[in-house]
């Protein structure tokens, strides 16, 4: 009851009194008494994804003997209800550096969708090509009614951090053998009776994953009606190339520092040193924000200790105002061999 209403007064008798009547004048046809549902209209719209670049994306292609060429061969594809993704083409980039893995791609991608739709969900995901089956980079996500209910029918660009399974191959030929060779055994835990590959598991999960995975920027937007050149009779997914997206419209920046204070760890779990037997290996922390890393010297293990008392600082980092775009920070221990182990 809104301000000024009058509750209404139901009187059960004479409300039960007009039911059996009309009842009584269908001919026990309660059929007739249904209301009949109302008709829906379907229609088409398009969300439409303009994907310009990503940035630190890991690398995807280890290093091989006589080639030295790790790199990423990174393309997006934009799905919306699981259908077959609309895709841009691949961009090639070699190199060992992550700053140097952020391909630029300028498409802007339409997806069909058929309003009312019970779906709500586009997703924008990164692979890497290769010949057996693309790889998983990571994936951007956005709602549809959070389009529909922006300015315009249209969110301005943004950076979508990206979060998945730690990747390492950027290491060495000998390196990649021996975790090969040792994967299954790595990757398959068993929990609660249930064998998990952890690197499929965090890599579908990705509001789960322990590792960066590198961020795309991205704008979002809503149309009923297709350019000129697509408006075929059949409602298809298509991509076209765009412009450069001018300076001046990028997210706004800020400058920020990263630092902490490490002081120790206790109960930690015991490893066998891989160079001084007999005694526990040496741990490091690390802590990653994006591709901006700190990490303490390592220190001896003793009896589930160990002190690190270090203050850590970055230099001067340029990031997006909005925190929101700002990428998560990940603590993790470190043993001998540069891993994570937790």
Same mark, same amino acid.
């Given at each position: 009851?809104?301000?000024?209403? =009058?509750?209404? $007064?139901? /009187?059960? @008798?004479?409300?039960? #009194? !007009?039911? +059996? ?101 586009? =997703?924008?995901? $990164?692979? /890497?090509? @290769?010949?057996?089956? #693309? !790889?998983? +980079? ?205």
């Amino acid at each position: 009851i809104g301000p000024g209403e =009058k509750a209404k $007064v139901h /009187d059960v @008798d004479a409300e039960m #009194a !007009e039911e +059996i009547a009309r009842e009584s004048n269908a001919g026990q046809d309660s059929s007739s008494l249904l209301l009949p549902s109302p008709s829906m209209r379907k229609e088409w719209q398009y969300i439409v994804c303009r994907v310009y670049k990503c940035e630190g994306l890991p690398i995807m292609d280890g290093k091989t003997i006589g080639f030295n060429k790790a790199g990423t061969d990174a393309f997006c594809g934009l799905t919306f209800g699981g259908a077959k993704p609309i895709k841009t083409k691949v961009k090639n980039i070699k190199s060992n550096s992550r700053v140097a893995i952020s391909p630029i791609f300028e498409y802007e991608l339409w997806y069909p969708v058929s309003i009312p739709s019970t779906t709500s969900l586009a =997703k924008l995901a $990164v692979y /890497d090509y @290769d010949e057996a089956g #693309a !790889e998983f +980079i990571g994936q951007a996500m956005q709602k549809y009614n959070i389009i529909k209910k922006a300015v315009g029918k249209t969110l301005p660009p943004a950076w979508y951090n990206m979060y998945g399974a730690h990747e390492f191959k950027d290491d060495s030929f000998t390196n990649n053998l021996k975790r090969a060779a040792g994967s299954v055994k790595k990757l398959a835990k068993r929990m609660g009776g249930v064998e998990i590959d952890w690197y499929k598991f965090y890599n579908q999960a990705v509001e789960r994953g322990p590792a960066y995975r590198g961020r795309t920027l991205l704008s979002w937007s809503i149309k009923t009606e297709r350019p000129t050149k697509y408006a075929t009779p059949e409602i298809i997914p298509f991509r076209r190339k765009i412009s450069s997206l001018p300076f001046n419209q990028y997210p706004k920046t800020k400058e920020y520092i990263l630092q902490a204070l490490v002081i120790a760890g206790s109960e930690l779990p015991y490893f066998a040193s891989l160079s001084n037997i007999g005694y526990g290996q040496k741990m490091r922390v690390k802590i990653v924000m994006g591709i901006d890393e700190l990490c303490t010297e390592a220190q001896k293990y003793e009896k589930g200790m160990v002190r690190w008392n270090e203050h850590l600082k970055t230099t001067v980092l340029r990031l997006p105002e909005d925190i929101s775009q700002c990428p998560d920070i990940f603590i993790y221990l470190i043993n001998e061999a540069d891993r994570p182990i937790c």
